[in-house]
């Protein structure tokens, strides 16, 4: 074999060997608390992470429908980002309001 | 192959720029993934601890607080083990502009020294539970350190009074996901801060023993109650599946554009060769390459260009993702809070997105390059010199 190809090979087997061991760093360095989590969410019963605090229906988007975003005002409609970027909960049946998903 | 490797150096700029732009579109895009599929697999983990049924009253599409008489009417129900009712609620902390989930919860005390000794970091200061206290996420306690409140807060009541509250201790970090905004405190404390009286509560969880009763009772419950909305543990399951529309939204946005960006590349590459590279398939024809070897010659070229790329992308990507904690698109996530919490995803090594990303990537590059010298390769020679 060339000089090149061996140079070829040997870039493709470091960038795969990189890899490998990024993932396996990541694996090891990143701990598993489930239990914790359990226990916390066991403890205040409450759905969703904090990630997005920055309204009621997205922080507790799993409990809220298509229509909280209307609850303070209808002028308010899409005000913040992140609702472009998490889906309104398709939470509909058993609501006493007729809403069709749009 | 060492051919080809000539070949990418002959043509160095362009190459470069090609493996660039790749590295960036795969980048992007498994960036994008890896954060949402973390923050799926984050609540797929814990969705088993949910209540099983949540009862919240709806009045005028609103959500009301409902009265404690209720509760007695559920426990009737056969199959229900137990009905609680909660109060839970949100507080504006106007200095800094963040929202605070604030939960009450029964034999508050009881519960600290036992199940709370897990997932509380118990504050350097001793605070018995002589006044009242609470315990909250590091998000909070970080905010009212900012804000000069190091041992105690003061809410302010609906009634514009001050209530004071002693800061017990701290959510562990390992939950901050799920933990960070949230104030956790007696519920007789929450009610005086939210200004409810004591026979009303914010909504009821029923605890029901039997899996396949759960619907059942739902729906018995809506019968007796119908003012409700009552959500069971499938619904959040539901829910939480369906958090993220890659039809709409940013989603949508970044794929247009991803797609757009990577059909023009292969446009380029695929709308005819020059005659320089013509010229160079006739004479290597001429000194007796066949077809079949200069087809070889460019799947190498075109393959090692787009594979690099490819590992390229996905090295960064997950660097980015869980070792630098996506400084720029976890905002897309984050949105306008105030209150950040740090963006530890747990780890899920997503082999259909590694998957997706290589066969959408390397065999459409490989065959917008390999079609058109095949076309150019099959003409005759000299007409090709010439």
């Known amino acids: ?11 493709l087997i470091a960038l795969i060997s990189i890899l490998v061991l990024e993932v ?4 090891v360095k990143k701990k598993n608390s489930i239990s914790q989590k359990n226990e916390f969410v066991s403890l205040l019963q409450l759905p969703d992470l904090a990630i997005c605090t920055e309204a009621t229906y997205l922080r507790h988007r799993s409990m809220s429908t298509t229509a909280s975003i209307f609850k303070d005002d209808p002028l308010l409609l899409e005000y913040f980002p992140a609702t472009f970027t998490y889906k ?11 809403i069709t998903t749009p | 192959m060492e051919y080809a490797m000539n070949a990418l150096f002959r043509q160095k700029y362009k190459s470069i720029f090609i493996l660039i732009i790749f590295t960036s579109l795969i980048f992007l895009l498994t960036s994008v993934f890896f954060i949402s599929n973390a923050i799926k697999y984050e609540l797929h983990s814990t969705v088993e601890s949910l209540p099983e049924i949540t009862v919240q009253k709806i009045q005028a599409g609103r959500q009301q607080n409902i009265n404690v008489n209720v509760i007695e ?13 909660r109060v839970w609620g949100y507080y504006y902390f106007q200095n800094a502009g963040v929202n605070f989930s604030v939960m009450g919860i029964d034999e508050f005390e009881n519960q600290s020294t036992q199940s709370l000794e897990n997932i509380v970091q118990k504050s350097d200061f001793d605070k018995a539970m002589e006044n009242d206290s609470m315990i909250v996420g590091e998000g909070v306690k970080r905010i009212l350190q900012d804000n000069y409140y190091k041992e105690y807060f003061n809410f302010i009541k609906p009634n514009g009074t001050l209530k004071q509250v002693n800061i017990q201790g701290t959510f562990s970090s390992n939950t901050q996901l799920e933990s960070n905004d949230v104030i956790l405190l007696a519920k007789q404390t929450a009610l005086e801060i939210f200004g409810m009286n004591e026979e009303e509560v914010t909504d009821i ?22 003012d409700t909305r009552v959500i069971t543990k499938e619904d959040f399951k539901v829910s939480y599946k369906n958090i993220f529309d890659y039809k709409s939204g940013v989603f949508l946005a970044l794929f ?7 059909f023009i590349v292969i446009y380029d590459k695929s709308s005819g060769l020059s005659s320089e590279e013509k010229r160079e398939i006739g004479i290597l024809k001429a000194i007796g390459w066949t077809v079949d070897d200069v087809l070889k010659e460019k799947f190498y070229e075109s393959f090692i260009l787009s594979f690099v790329a490819y590992l390229l992308g996905v090295i960064l990507s997950f660097a980015f993702v869980y070792i630098g904690q996506a400084p720029i698109l976890r ?3 984050v949105g306008y809070s105030q209150l950040k919490t740090s963006f530890e995803l747990p780890f899920v090594f997503d082999v259909q997105t590694l998957f997706l990303s290589l066969f959408l990537t390397v065999p459409v590059y490989i065959a917008a390059t390999i079609i058109p010298s095949w076309k150019s390769a099959t003409i005759e020679t000299d007409e090709v010199i010439r």
């Open chain 1, 1 to 11: 074999m060339n000089n090149k190809s061996k140079i070829t090979l040997g870039i």
């Open chain 1, 24 to 27: 396996i760093y990541i694996s």
């Open chain 1, 88 to 98: 309104a909960s398709s939470l509909t049946k058993n609501t006493p309001q007729q």
């Open chain 2, 73 to 85: 009417k559920i426990l009737e129900i056969a199959g229900v083990q137990d009905a609680v009712g």
């Open chain 2, 205 to 226: 969880v029923v605890k029901v023993a039997n899996e396949k009763e759960i619907s059942m009772i739902a729906s018995k419950i809506k019968l007796l109650l119908p």
């Open chain 2, 256 to 262: 247009i554009v991803a797609l757009f960006t990577f």
């Open chain 2, 331 to 333: 905002e897309i996530f």
